[in-house]
């Protein structure tokens, strides 16, 4: 781990504020600053970074912490990953400590270069004189039109067909083979023995935004499958976290990023000028990758396949994109199955003049529900209207509704009155609904329903709130964490009920002389524990009265409410275990 000193000066030379700021537009109230959270969608900004603590807080989803958190949460960075980002932007250097993966430590700065040597062994590989090489490269050239400045750009290579040649040459670089596992880059076999994990495949190097390279994708030439192999997560790659050319896209694409779903469309775009397009990286796309976008642009044109898996993938794609606040638009593709196919047969002008006429969130499902009807029937008619409406009923504003409104009006020969009446039906229908979900969230989060961070709380919630009071307190007041240890009250772990409660009462206990206990959680807890720990501080920094009585009220409450929960637990065992032994009686 980084060295405690290291962390604190990291922290004192940040400025969380400004650092949030840089990512959402915050407004001064009072001493502190609010703005809407850049971790869920809402309306109303409940999202606060609180000046004397240099910590936020966000009172609609529970994220929390400090400058750290807030790193790890908004990069998809892990804990060292987050400390070394802000420690750069300080300029602070630090010594990475060896990444765990599957149980052994690895070097990230060793499996960076490894990665980098490999991305050369491949580059090298395609201008060989070999078969295989030939082939590759006559694939890059002749059939996907690529120029060797393309090639050499986007680092782009050919894994040998021989079982061997690459692993000797990585282990000739001096790489271990559980280095080059870990990597993804080697795989062994049956008989114990190390293969090559791509080959007989062009290769595409993924770089993250630093100018790592982090993993790789593979291409077979021929039909054979899978067409596509990408690395597995490794200790420096998470699939989920990361977009193929993102690293050359982030520079061109404050009006607009362009996702696609292979690498050789984003090639082909980037070949053609169109240096803003991105793609998922053999997954379909996740939030992380959604949320990720919005920090570097507002709006995403969709620029999938026309098939159904390519329909589908943009449909579930919409829908992310619109819960993480982005505009979308969706490009349909004529007389082509795909952008690359489509540059190649009528040039990059005209796929620009494509780019601007591609089609709103509207658009796209307006015609859509008109290919499955035929209005000219009329139950037919009235099904596409329904959906029509439905559709527009999901639009926030008002003025929005009104031009979609008069367009289905339009095609259907319907009078406006009568489709905005229904979907103002559609509206409140989907209000009211909205409500008793709330509600019932609601009600499931004050019985600890549904709770990720702490599974325990739902058991006995009375018990939990009162853990959740002490370690607050203690949270707060270094003097109620040195008391809390003393003969007077002696603490222990047994006053806990929940496993999550422990977990933070041992830390608490580890960090019982730090003035702030707070600043080393980052490391003993996910993001997302984080923030529940911070809700716990914020719930007592709100009350007017922390003082000694209310924490050896507190303490008394919670040993109260573990023995009452105990005893519980103790008589439903007992009582159980008499039901059994009588009708084992009566069965005899």
Request: charged residues 30%; glycine residues 6%.
């Amino acid at each position: 781990m980084i060295a405690k000193e290291i962390v604190e000066e990291v922290l004192a030379r940040t400025d969380l504020a400004a650092l949030i700021g840089g990512y959402v537009s915050l407004k001064r109230t009072g001493s502190n600053q609010t703005g809407s959270c850049p971790f869920h969608s809402e309306r109303t900004p409940s999202f606060t970074v609180f000046s004397a603590s240099n910590s936020f807080y966000c009172f609609g989803c529970g994220a929390g912490g400090d400058a750290i958190t807030f790193v790890r949460k908004i990069e998809n960075l892990e804990y060292e990953d987050a400390v070394e980002f802000l420690a750069r932007r300080a300029g602070i250097r630090i010594q990475r400590a060896p990444e765990t993966f599957g149980g052994k430590r690895y070097d990230r700065t060793r499996l960076f270069e490894m990665n980098r040597d490999a991305a050369r062994f491949f580059h090298s590989a395609l201008y060989q004189n070999t078969p295989g090489a030939h082939a590759a490269l006559a694939y890059l050239m002749e059939k996907r039109g690529l120029s060797r400045a393309v090639i050499t750009h986007f680092g782009l290579g050919y894994s040998p067909a021989e079982y061997d040649v690459f692993f000797n040459h990585m282990k000739g670089k001096g790489y271990t083979e559980d280095e080059l596992i870990a990597g993804f880059l080697c795989g062994r076999s049956e008989r114990g023995g190390l293969y090559s994990s791509f080959r007989n495949r062009v290769m595409f190097p993924i770089i993250d935004l630093s100018g790592n390279i982090i993993a790789f994708g593979g291409r077979v030439m021929d039909d054979s499958q899978p067409k596509y192999k990408n690395s597995s997560d490794t200790p420096v790659f998470k699939k989920s976290k990361n977009l193929f050319a993102l690293n050359f896209a982030r520079t061109a694409c404050a009006e607009q990023l362009i996702l696609c779903e292979g690498y050789m469309d984003v090639i082909a775009m980037h070949a053609a000028g169109f240096t803003n397009a991105v793609a998922t990286l053999g997954t379909a796309l996740t939030e992380d990758q959604a949320r990720m976008m919005t920090r570097y642009t507002k709006k995403v044109i969709i620029s999938y396949d026309m098939d159904d898996a390519g329909r589908k993938a943009a449909d579930r794609a919409v829908k992310m994109f619109g819960d993480v606040g982005l505009e979308v638009k969706l490009l349909r593709l004529n007389g082509a199955k795909d952008p690359d196919e489509f540059i190649k047969k009528f040039g990059a002008e005209k796929f620009r003049s494509l780019l601007e006429e591609s089609r709103t969130k509207f658009e796209y499902y307006f015609e859509s529900i008109l290919s499955k009807h035929d209005i000219t029937v009329p139950q037919e008619k009235i099904k596409a209207i329904n959906a029509m409406c439905e559709l527009i009923s999901g639009f926030y504003s008002s003025a929005e509704r009104d031009v979609y409104i008069a367009e289905v009006a339009k095609r259907t020969d319907v009078s406006q009155e009568s489709i905005r009446q229904d979907v103002g039906r559609m509206i409140a229908k989907k209000k009211s609904a909205y409500k008793q979900q709330e509600t019932q969230k609601i009600h499931q989060s004050a019985a600890g329903f549904a709770d990720k961070v702490n599974a325990d709380f739902v058991k006995n919630p009375a018990a939990a709130r009162a853990e959740e009071a002490v370690l607050g307190l203690m949270l707060l007041q270094i003097g109620h964490r040195k008391r809390a240890f003393t003969a007077e009250i002696n603490l222990r772990e047994d006053d806990f009920f929940t496993e999550f409660g422990k977990k933070v009462y041992s830390y608490l206990q580890a960090h019982v002389e730090d003035e702030d206990a707070t600043e080393l959680l980052n490391e003993s807890f996910s993001a997302d524990e984080v923030g529940r720990i911070t809700h716990m501080k914020i719930a007592r920094m709100q009350l007017t009265d922390n003082g000694d009585d209310v924490f050896l009220e507190s303490v008394r409450c919670l040993r109260e409410a573990i023995a009452a929960a105990r005893e519980r637990s103790d008589g439903v065992t007992l009582s159980s275990l008499a039901a059994l032994i009588d009708r084992r009686k009566n069965d005899e």
